[in-house]
């Protein structure tokens, strides 16, 4: 099901990549691509997770010929899509409940399989609370068992829609309504959070990614990977939330790439629990950089700032470079990186 | 109707010997219904369970609280309170026990039911010597039908045929035949004592 | 063909002849029996095709079969008890979109204090999640009712809860008739979506409703319950014609020509009425009884037509709401209003309590004289709560009241028992 979207001119030929050559332009340039989340849903300007979901879906509609159907959790995605009366989603689409988009998801699969409609793919999707949190139990167990499924996590740090409260993905020091910027230690404590990206691998399934909407290209890609395997998938992607972050909401994809560069959200895949391709970092960019351009940090810095506290969130990026060998230029030997 | 209550132990087929005689009662047109007295599944714990036979179907769902025939497995239970409840028109008695009856400790059991109503039965040697196991129930359920004709032996067989694999089964109904011998002698004298209602 | 089985054997073989195509399981007492009997019928090939979901909790049952179900799939799932209420959300959002899933509900007491027994706490608890609730009164209603269930789930496009008395029911081995699948296939089509997550006609189920639209919406889901009272006698009566047996419908009365008392339950129950009405009668009592089949809808016009005649209705049930009484008595009021007729509750069978004709004929006694307290708890052991009531007085740190009440009735047990023995 395809429409033909108008593009609005910015004065330059960049729009939809149309100074590459054709196999290595985005999908998104194709004005007549299926545009499975059409425009007019009401996200926040600067929106990253309205970004992602768009490459993903139409990314996977490409991969599947059309035959997709999606499973999405409560959050801000599904409640920016949908504002009754209408929907932006021109792909078969549910809603049912906040935990458990996951374990729908893996219905689906069984009806298909019982009906033997091997062709037509699941998706099934929500943000980091429904991922992390109230829904890891319904997760693992979709994992677990393999099920036909490609879950992605659209990860913007806390809990956005009800208000910007921290969840299990909320990282160190960020300033939530939950986790606010008072007392001796402002903002979410250290030693707290899960990584789920390592969590799915821990689960042994098929196919693991991190992606970001920092790079499109890549997001498309691992989309497009994902849907060339069966069983249990898990596709991670960063998305900043200008909102919640206290981001300027222009500059959406630039914080994305400060995450990505700083080393803070590595870049990886991995298959059967066994890391297998990551992506370098050209130019490390130190966590300050990022750090200083969101209001959610923004009690670190200046006359009462924690030096410490930044310099803590380096070890973590410093840690992730070196676990995912991300400065290294030699290409990684086979089965060296596991979870 | 005719109701039967079983006292045993976990593990030594109470339930199961309720759910046989059931099913052998079915196999002869009669309505039965067989439950167990409900618990967390352990072996070991006392455990009883009900079978209700009758001509005509059958309503109730309550416990057996007033039994015609009362089936022990385990002799250990003979004493205790639960087992000794709502004898008064208990008409036969089965217990588990390679004692006599004098032999036996079951003093309240003998003045409530009177012991011209009880019946030993070596159940548990009987199984260890041809099941290689201590599962006495279908010889107490073969010892049963034998003396009160409540239902016939190639019911029961049947019915254990229907249950167990090929083998058990078969060596089932060799123990159940030995059972019914053993009995056979009592059953004559027992009958005119008994005066058991048929169904 | 006649079987002698268990009672979950028998609902878990008449779900089987419904042809499922996805069946999602969590285990929880006293629902196992149905749920291991499906999987070995899947597994050894004779139900197919079939997907089998082992899940990790029935939240996750639940919520695969909305799925399953947008997805076109027949489906089916069994719980209890506590199972019940851990898929609560996802009861309420499977009646909200109308998917017609059909789920056995081994009847079972919810915790805490944690009890395996029969009461009817779990289904009551939610008897307002939309789902319509059939109450089986025997195993062969077990299995009629599962075949209606699937009938009526998928006429009106609303998921269907059929509560089968955990134990007494499930775990009984008694006489049933077990239809063939050619019997089962005339009766009962294969299912049409009337809504479906198709790649070739896109919708979106599940958006967001304002409060501009949400009352009209949560009606159509009432109205569905009110076609349900019209649709139910006639699937039993095409049952009845299909099958020659009566199961189902509104609700059956027993003897109640002429009764001045009738008395009014759900579930297995009213086997245990029926003898003692039947005893009752022999006595000269004018007494009959009523037994409710749809719990919801419940069939307020219905009870009205049949309890009309009476002067008295007792109402047995086995459930307590906490801080008023009885639910199914206050909901037989709501259908006699303007009636000036006594309704007497009776809690009995909580936790699985068994509850004798002997009890059932005292209290039917009592009734007649007038002398129930508002609600009567059945065979209730008041000197053990007066007991420890007042011990709770004397000390702040009273300790937990369960432990506190079983150690109570062990004193009590003993004490019995040296009486019993005396020098043995």
Known sequence: MREHTKFYQTGTFTVGNRLLDEGHRSLQSDADRTNSLSCGHRACQGCGEALGARYAIDAAMRATNGQLLIANATGCLEVFSTPYPQSSWQVPWLHSLFANASSVGAGISAALKSKGKNNVRVIAQGGDGATVDIGFGCLSGMFERNDDVLYICYDNEAYMNTGVQRSGSTPPRATTATTQAVGPKPGNPFGTGKNLPRLAMAHGIPYVATASVADLHDLEAKVTKAMEFRGARYLHVHVPCPLGWGSDPAKTILMARLAVESGLFPLFEAEYGRVTTRRKLRKRVPVDEYLKQQKRFAHLFGAKGDEEAIAAIQRIADDNIEHYRLDETAELAANVLRI | MYEIRFHGRGGQGVVTAAELLSIAAFHEGKHAQAFPSFGSERMGAPVAAFCRIDDKEIRSREPIATPDALIIQDSSLTRQPDLLTGLKSTKIVLVNTRLTLDELRAEQLKLKVGKQRILCIPATEIAVELLKRNVPNVIMLAAFCAITEIVQLASLEQAVKEKFPAKIADLNIQAARRAQQLVQTQVAALKSELEVSHV | ?424
């Not at chain 3, 009209?216 to 095409?238: F, G, I, M, N, T």
């Open chain 3, 1 to 424: 063909m006649f079987k002698q089985i268990e009672g979950s054997m028998a609902v878990a073989e008449s779900v089987a002849l419904c042809r499922p195509e996805v069946i999602s399981c969590y285990p929880i007492t006293p629902q196992t029996h149905i749920v291991e009997g499906l999987s070995a019928m899947v597994k050894s090939g004779k139900l197919q095709p079939c997907e089998y979901m082992t899940v990790e909790s029935e939240f996750a049952a639940l919520s695969a079969l909305i799925g399953a179900s947008a997805a076109g799939a027949r489906t089916y799932t069994a719980t209890s008890s506590q199972g019940l209420l851990y898929m609560a959300e996802a009861l309420w959002n499977a009646s909200g979109l109308g998917l017609p899933i059909v789920m056995t509900d081994g009847n079972r007491a919810i915790g805490g204090p944690i009890n395996i027994w029969n009461d009817h706490s779990d289904t009551m608890s939610m008897r307002d999640c939309g789902w319509i609730q059939l109450h089986a009164a025997t195993n062969q209603e077990a299995v009629d009712l599962h075949i209606q269930a699937y009938r009526l789930a998928e006429e009106l496009s609303i998921p269907v809860m059929v509560c089968v008395d955990g134990f007494i029911l499930t775990h009984a081995y008694e006489r049933v008739s077990i239809p063939s699948q050619a019997e089962v296939d005339d009766f009962l089509p294969k299912y049409e979506p009337t809504q479906l997550l198709d790649p070739a006609d896109p919708v979106s189920i599940g958006a967001m409703v304002g409060p501009d639209a949400y009352m009209e919406v949560r009606y159509l889901l009432h109205h569905k319950h009110l076609q349900a009272l019209d649709v139910l006698p006639r699937l039993a009566q095409e049952f009845s014609d299909h099958f020659d047996r009566h199961t189902g419908g509104l609700v059956t009365p027993y003897r109640c020509e002429g009764a001045e008392t009738i008395v009014v339950a759900l579930g297995s129950l009213n086997g245990t009425i029926e003898e003692a009405v039947d005893d009752l009668r022999d006595a000269g009592e004018k007494i009959g009884s009523v037994k409710i089949t749809s719990f919801r809808p419940f069939p307020l016009k219905a009870l009205r037509t049949v309890l009309r005649g009476a002067k008295r209705i007792v109402v047995m049930e086995k459930y307590l709401a906490p801080g008023l009484g009885g639910i199914l008595a206050s909901n037989i009021r709501m259908a006699l209003r303007g009636m000036n007729r006594p309704v007497d509750t009776v809690v009995c069978g909580l936790g699985g309590r068994p509850i004798p004709k002997k009890s059932v004929i005292e209290v039917l006694k009592k009734a007649h004289d007038d002398k129930l307290e508002e609600p009567h708890f059945l065979d209730m052991n008041w000197p053990a709560i007066e007991r420890e009531l007042k011990r709770q007085k004397t000390t702040r740190r009273s300790g937990p009241a369960a432990e506190r009440m079983m150690y109570e009735l062990l004193m009590a047990t003993y004490a019995g028992e040296e009486e019993l023995h005396g020098t043995d």
